[in-house]
């Protein structure tokens, strides 16, 4: 088994990080490996100048697998609530933070890499003939790691019920219909729509995008009224803020905000 470390490529650029998966084959994770992807991105939480997280895969076959099935099937009962446990302290990190995070997919996306990329706040991926899917069911059992109501969510309750009961995949073009990708780019310019879109993202207004983000995490399950009444006191903490005066005055200018 190779070391840790060189399963997990991270750059920085300017207020970007990218998080690469680097387990070949399949980017199959276990309970270390998970281990060393939360202390990463608990280190990029650190970094107040990064706004926007990209997670994305060395490989363009495979964005990531889920478990490693042969350690997952040597492993105890116990072991391997362990290692659920700690995947969901993967998407509680992604889902507590105020950045931005995005997966880019251009692989394979199955299972636990899946409920990863759900995790992620946006999701961008390239057309291909990969396969995307949640196949527990196979294995006589469910997503563990927050994938079924991420995906009731994103796709609604009944498109979600045939992919979680059949386990079938799905093509990405097919994932995008459902709203599962937020965009489907050519294999030809994927990477360059990717970069383009992450840069309109770490350019934009830090404060109001986290505030966004917080609310749409948070507003599940209000009642209308309790959500108009979050929805106020979130704007109004926008409104003497740095970036607001210059939204406002780049607006007046003619030009594009320079936020900082």
């Known amino acids: ?19 690469s998966l680097n387990r070949p084959p399949a980017n199959s994770y276990f309970r270390d490996y998970l ?3 939360n202390q990463t991105l608990l280190e990029i939480e650190k970094d107040s100048n990064i706004k926007v997280v990209v997670i994305n895969s060395a490989s363009k076959k495979f964005f990531c697998a889920g478990a490693d099935i042969k350690i997952f099937s040597s492993n105890t009962n116990e072991e391997n609530a362990e290692m659920v446990k700690v995947a969901r302290k993967v998407a509680e990190t992604i889902t507590s933070s105020e950045k931005i995070y995005v997966a880019s997919i251009c692989g394979h996306i199955l299972g636990g890499g899946l409920e990863l990329a759900m995790a992620c706040d946006i999701r961008l991926a390239s057309e291909g003939n990969y396969l995307v899917g949640l196949p527990e069911v196979k294995l006589g059992l469910m997503p563990g790691n927050g994938g079924t109501p991420r995906l009731i969510d994103l796709i609604g309750a009944s498109k979600a019920m045939e992919l979680l009961i059949t386990g079938d995949s799905i093509s990405p073009q097919k994932a995008y219909s459902f709203g599962l990708f937020n965009q489907l780019y050519a294999v030809e310019t994927f990477e360059e729509e990717v970069g383009l879109f992450v840069d309109k993202l770490a350019n934009g207004p830090k404060i109001a995008m986290k505030t966004i983000k917080k609310y749409v995490i948070q507003h599940k399950g209000m009642n209308a009224t309790e959500a108009l009444n979050f929805e106020t006191s979130c704007v109004n903490t926008l409104y003497d803020t740095e970036d607001a005066k210059e939204g406002f005055k780049a607006f007046v200018e003619k030009r594009i905000p320079k936020f900082k």
């Not at 997990?8 to 970007?16: I, Y």
């Open 35 to 37: 281990l060393r992807i």
């Open 1 to 19: 088994m190779k070391n840790i470390l060189s399963e997990l490529l991270v750059k920085k650029e300017n207020n970007k990080a990218f998080v």
